[in-house]
T-cell receptor, first 113, second 109 residues
């Protein structure tokens, strides 16, 4: 089954404790991206990757890191999480960003205390 | 960057009613998609529709790219249609997806 998976789905952590949210797709998609969703602010893009080893900042990259060492995986890293990073996070992928639809993972609900 | 505005922000319908949701965007775009976010938070693809009209059951969508808007039609609404509807566009540089603020729909039985 073609899908985008994220882990964990739910996470409660404390300020400053490094964490990684994994994202994997099995569709051989070139483009992958991360979004956060906050009440009243909608979905905003954090980082995106056009292909392996090619990553770039989205609208709200501060406090996040990403890597794209393999085509299928695009982990989101929070080196020192803070309470303002409490949010619902989505990973997405598409064959290419232009002219192809985006597929979203199920979301990761992160709480930083 | 590109601006995407959706209207109305909130909508309450009685089951069986029809509705039209609108998405306006400020610049020419490469892609446009409509999503439904269900009450569990999952984003579900409805339509990939950079131009033209598509239909899928009770839902249909029309994008008029030259006039920079898209419409999502829901006919004979059901309680399971409740949730938030988002449109999202890819900018002309072809590297980023921007979402509208969403329309929150509640369908009452």
């Amino acid at each position: 089954e073609a899908q985008v998976t994220q882990n964990p789905r739910y996470l409660i952590t404390v300020t400053g404790k490094k964490l990684t949210v994994t994202c994997s797709q099995n569709m051989n998609h070139e483009y992958m991206s991360w979004y956060r969703q906050d009440p009243g602010l909608g979905l905003r893009q954090i980082y995106y990757s056009m292909n392996v080893e090619v990553t770039d900042k989205g609208d709200v990259p501060e406090g996040y890191k990403v890597s794209r060492k393999e085509k299928r995986n695009f982990p989101l890293i929070l080196e020192s999480p803070s309470p303002n990073q409490t949010s619902l996070y989505f990973c997405a992928s598409s064959l290419r960003v232009v002219s192809y639809e985006q597929y979203f993972g199920p979301g990761t609900r992160l709480t930083v205390t | 960057g590109i601006q995407v505005e959706q209207s109305p922000p909130d909508l309450i319908l009685q089951e069986g009613a029809n509705s039209t949701l609108r998405c306006n965007f400020s610049d020419s775009v490469n892609n446009l998609q409509w999503f439904h976010q269900n009450p569990w938070g999952q984003l579900i693809n409805l339509f990939y529709i950079p131009s033209g009209t598509k239909q899928n059951g009770r839902l249909s969508a029309t994008t008029v790219a030259t006039e920079r808007y898209s419409l999502l039609y829901i006919s004979s609404s059901q309680t399971t249609d409740s949730g938030v509807y988002f449109c999202a566009v890819v900018n002309n540089a072809g590297n980023m997806l921007t979402f509208g603020g969403g329309t929150r729909l509640m369908v009452k039985p």
